[in-house]
């Protein structure tokens, strides 16, 4: 199907003087039923390649089946471009060329030449062929560093708008509520401050770049019932508002987000596409959102074939664009029947009006409304020279790496002994040690896409990128020892085959530095990663076998785990010499950790989520009231982590001292100044991340015992000693009361600072003053730390 190209139709719209919601509006008024509604749809070219396995979507298949061609989609216009470029691998020119081809056919298919808004996924970096892999987000989280994530973002939209693209589907802010569930690895971690506070950093820096974020998946995606992708989530209305919603809030009111993700799980019945309380209400009468939301891919189709609540795909469709939902990704499926449903009666055009100005104001913000020289239609600015591997943007990856790092536990054999030591003999056990695939995520462009394709189709070991492992690493750095590897245990699968000569190599050994962990996948073809649900914490495969048999020789170990998720190091941890986490730290993972085995580099990553001791019987969470904590005489399981949210070594000592508040008293409306002081009493420099926590000792309705009011963090030189001075206003101890209404309560605070929420060697009180305040509309959100 084809139509000539129609004539060109100038007009304010191309007024670069005026707004963009002028613009917005003068071009709305020109426009058709069938221009409006091809700005909320989408087109996915999928690239058939007979040596490709597996998808990069769920039910990308079956969903796809309905899908017009490329030439019947853009007639009239077309929203979004689907990842031109994150879908088979193809070179920055390539990608170029295709993209170029694209948008100018959709400039030409409409009178008003508007382009398309491409976007493509950003989360651990730009998915893109040969394209940096940064660490996953969870690794963002053990950081604790905003203006780090702020940095990488940045970088991470510069090479995205260089090659043309307008929007990222990142950073992802679900809130962990169950560490089965697969994309854990996507996540911040388990609590909304820090998920807050680095995912609106992630924005800022995306953003800053010219590059839409997106924020996802709202909301309580993470909770699924059992862990399981896509499974209902039944949360209550006070947990969704005071623990899930919180990062959304933050990054919509401070980070000025353009674009929100739903997310594909119901929530009490009620799936988030078609719900006008999420999108609407919550999202744009009280946060104030103005930009654009999204589907998760096929969320619209999902809404008549996954969760019934919609006949066919044309009620689907109307269900989901009244509830708040503009635009329809990956392909326009039922959208394309707003048109004939408004000329029927069953849509106000002036809802449809509502999702095409919000699209169409975004457009004009990204310039694609603007004409070219001597009123040439618009095509894209890229750049094809760009390097997406770049030294600085490598040099930028192994930093939030290192940084990412966390040291869980040291005997005193980290750091280890320096190379000059001739003789030394390590033994490297455990197949994350020379596998670069288990140092990236699922949304990586090598586990998402390359791993489709047969082994050594792509250079640097099927990866595309340069990325050096554990075992090279600690070659190079220890080339006078002699170092010997064993695999050890496959990760996917259970095999205990090559465990003994595993063990027979560390028994002749003088130390043992034992890989474990995950290797990401999509869809049950990895250990971690979206559908790749588990059934408890138990390190995969054999590989807690494999720990065991190393342990039992004698030889001292040091365990790195490099995993999507934590798991349960309960009667392992406790036997090794020094244990060390790292969370997906990306193609500078393995030098990045060789540094910190050899004390190249300080310990500062701290954990965004608790280790625990067993792999069943889990918290949700720190974040509990006390009878979600460990509670004798009422339950035999204790859920107690073995290593705390927060917690993370250094190779030296920190004390905390003098807890001071401004006042004995806070008015419910008003702000104290809470102070502490930390003292670098070792022989290293350090980072340390200074932790605030509260208990609302007595309240209305159950809560937590524990919950963190801020953090920073400090750099000290041995023997220096800093204040921390963290602002807190009364809204922080705010919760959603008996009757649904945001509150701050009078009566007692308990205040607690130290290194984690297991260890707050500091106490203080606080005492809330006056009645019962109600917040409407804008609060505090933030905890503010000044350090001198």
């Known amino acids: 199907m084809s ?4 004539e060109r139709i100038t007009g304010p719209w191309n007024d670069t003087s005026l707004s963009a919601e002028k613009r917005a509006d003068a071009l709305l008024a020109e ?48 929203g979004h471009l689907t990842r031109t470029y994150g879908t088979v691998a193809l070179s920055v020119p390539e990608g170029a060329a295709d993209l170029r081809q694209r948008q100018a056919a959709v400039v030409a298919a409409n009178r008003f030449g508007i382009p398309a808004i491409a976007h493509e996924e950003c989360l651990t970096g730009y998915t893109a062929y040969q394209a940096t892999v940064y660490p996953t987000s969870l690794a963002w989280g053990a950081t604790f560093d905003p203006e780090l994530i702020e940095e990488m973002a940045a970088a991470i939209g510069a090479d995205m708008a260089a090659t043309g693209v307008q929007q990222g589907l990142s950073p992802v802010l679900d809130v962990v509520r169950d560490a089965r569930w697969g994309r854990v690895e996507e996540t911040i971690g388990e609590d909304p ?54 990062p959304f809030e933050l990054a919509v009111r401070e980070g000025k987000v353009g674009s929100v993700m739903n997310s594909y799980a119901d929530i009490d019945g009620e799936a988030p596409a078609a719900s006008h309380w999420l999108l609407t209400e919550v999202l744009r009468e009280h946060w104030g959102f103005e930009g654009t939301v999204v589907a998760d891919y096929w969320s619209v189709a999902f809404l008549e074939k996954m969760h019934h609540v919609a ?11 009244s509830a708040g939902l503009d635009v329809e990704l990956p392909h326009t499926g039922g959208f394309r029947t707003l048109a004939q449903q408004v000329r029927d009666g069953l849509l106000e055009e002036s809802v449809l009006d509502a999702s095409v100005r919000r699209v169409l104001r975004q457009k004009a913000e990204l310039g694609l409304l603007d004409r070219g020289t001597d009123d040439a239609d618009w095509e894209p600015t890229i750049d094809e020279s760009v390097n997406l591997d770049s030294e600085s943007n490598r040099t930028l990856a192994r930093t939030v790496a290192a940084k990412s790092l966390v040291l869980l536990k040291n005997d005193g054999v980290l750091p280890l002994a320096p190379a000059s030591q001739a003789g030394k003999r390590i033994a490297v056990v455990g197949p994350s040690a020379d596998e670069p695939r288990t140092m990236m995520g699922c949304y990586s462009f090598p586990n998402h896409v390359l791993a489709k394709y047969p082994a050594g189709t792509f250079p640097h070991k099927g990866i595309g990128v340069p990325m050096p492992s554990v075992l090279e690493a600690l070659r190079e750095t220890y080339s006078d020892a002699e170092v010997t590897y064993s695999y050890g245990s496959p990760i996917v699968t259970h095999d205990d085959s090559q465990i003994e000569a595993a063990a027979e190599s560390a028994a002749a050994a003088d130390i043992a530095v034992v890989t474990v962990g995950d290797l990401a996948g999509m869809f049950g073809a990895g250990t971690s990663g979206e559908g790749c649900d588990v059934e408890d914490l138990k390190l995969p495969g054999a590989q807690h076998e494999l720990v065991e048999a190393v342990l039992a020789t004698g030889t001292p170990v040091v365990l790195v785990v490099i995993s999507g998720r934590p798991y349960a190091l309960g009667g392992l941890a406790e036997r090794c010499a020094a244990v060390v986490q790292g969370f997906f730290p990306g193609e500078e993972g393995g030098p990045a950790i060789v540094d910190l085995l050899s004390g190249a ?16 019987g889990q918290p949700v969470g720190y974040i509990a009231a006390p009878l979600g904590q460990n509670s004798q005489g009422v339950s035999n399981l204790d859920p107690t982590p073995l290593y705390p949210f927060g917690h993370g070594l250094s190779y030296t000592t920190v004390e905390y001292s003098e807890l001071s508040v401004s006042a004995a008293e806070l008015a419910v409306d008003g702000t104290a100044q809470v102070s502490v002081t930390v003292t670098n009493t070792g022989a290293r420099p350090t980072e340390e991340v200074v932790q605030l926590y509260f208990g609302d000792r007595v309240a209305s309705v159950a809560r937590p015992v524990r919950q963190l009011l801020g953090y920073t963090k400090v750099e000290l030189a041995p023997g220096q000693s800093r204040t921390v001075t963290f602002e807190v206003h009364a809204d922080r101890f705010s919760f959603t009361g008996v009757d649904y209404r945001r509150i701050v309560e009078p009566g007692a605070i308990d205040l607690y600072a130290g290194p984690s929420v297991g260890e707050l060697p500091l106490q203080a009180e606080l005492h809330l003053t006056g009645a019962v305040r109600e917040i409407q509309g804008q609060r505090v959100l933030r905890t503010p730390a000044t350090v001198s």
Request: charged share 25%; glycine share 10%; no cysteine.
């Open 193 to 246: 401050y820090v998920i807050g506070t680095l995912a609106t950093a992630y924005v800022k820096g995306l953003q800053a770049s010219g590059i839409i974020a997106t924020l996802k998946h709202f909301a309580g995606y993470a909770a699924s019932r059992a862990a399981r992708n896509h499974a209902p989530v039944h949360m209550g209305k006070r947990e969704l508002i005071d623990m899930i919603f919180y």
């Open 31 to 78: 426009m058709t039923l069938e221009e409006k509604v091809s700005q909320l749809g989408s087109h996915w070219e999928m690239r058939e390649d007979p040596d490709t396995q597996g998808e990069v979507a769920p039910m990308e298949d079956a969903m796809s089946a309905g899908k017009l061609p490329f030439e019947s989609e853009i007639l009239d216009g077309e």
């Open 601 to 616: 580099i300080e310990p500062t990553g701290r954990l965004p989520i608790g280790v625990p001791a067993q792999p069943g």
């Open 3 to 6: 139509k000539q190209t129609p």
């Open 311 to 321: 006949a066919d795909q044309a009620e689907a469709a109307r269900l989901a664009i």
